[in-house]
């Protein structure tokens, strides 16, 4: 059975092109739109300095100082009276002290009689190593030889060095350890002066300074028949067990 509508007056017939014209449209507005080129208008900016002709300065008012004239000088006297000198002044000769060629002079002959000498110690300090004649500890005095007074002195000071032995409590409770090297000088009287020390910490360093302060007075040491000053060194060991 056949439709009984009109062919010519379907609207649907030619919605292919009508759609085709649409879309054409729209992109040629859209492409129109995106060439569109604007331009930014140049403002003119006008800068005026107003400067004004009229400027009131206040003038300060100075005052003027009217000081006096100074005074005239003195008038010179009508009579001027003349005073003759009546003093002679002598006149001081200076001589030359500069010695010419002609000027002998006689040579000074001093005798030794004449001169005070005094005579000055020197103080010699001497290793205990080379010393001639080594100081002698107490107790020493029965060897002979000096070998033997050498070896004993030695012993003499380990031994006093054992018995005066105190470990500090500082140090030991924070666990140092160490050697200090001691060296000090027996003088001409045989007492212990200028000792010396160096060590790991300074507990230990003034631990063995106290040791070896409280050596005992020596026989002097003996060098070319006088007494001198010796030097004796020696390392104290610091050791916890």
């Known amino acids: 059975m056949k439709p009984k509508k009109n062919p010519n007056v379907d609207v649907g017939r030619n919605s292919s092109l009508y759609f085709m014209i ?56 009508d009579v001027i009276e003349i005073v003759e000198d009546v003093e002679d002044v002598e006149e001081t000769v200076i001589e030359s002290t500069e010695s010419s060629q002609e000027t002998f002079v006689e040579d000074a002959i001093v005798s030794v009689d004449d001169i005070d000498a005094e005579e000055v110690e020197e103080d010699i300090v001497v290793p ?20 033997e007074r050498k070896a004993c002195f030695n012993e003499k000071v380990q031994e006093h060095i054992k018995a005066n032995f105190k470990y500090p409590e500082t140090a030991l409770e924070m666990g140092i350890t160490g050697r200090v090297f001691v060296q000090f000088v027996i003088d001409s009287q045989g007492k212990v002066a200028n000792i010396q020390k160096r060590g790991p910490d300074r507990l230990l360093e003034k631990e063995a300074v106290r040791i070896i302060s409280t050596l005992p007075t020596v026989k002097p040491g003996i060098q070319r028949g006088k007494a001198v000053k010796v030097k004796y060194s020696i390392p104290i060991n610091f050791i916890m067990k």
């Open 22 to 77: 649409g879309l054409t449209s729209v992109l040629f507005l859209t492409w129109q739109s995106l060439e569109v080129k604007t331009y930014e208008k140049e403002s003119l900016v006008s800068e005026v300095l107003e400067v004004s002709d009229d400027l009131k300065e206040d003038v300060p008012i100075t005052e003027i100082i009217r000081t006096a004239p100074p005074p005239p000088p003195p008038s010179a006297p």
């Open 128 to 147: 205990f190593a080379v010393i001639e004649y080594v100081p002698v500890f107490p107790g020493c005095e029965v060897y002979d030889t000096q070998e």
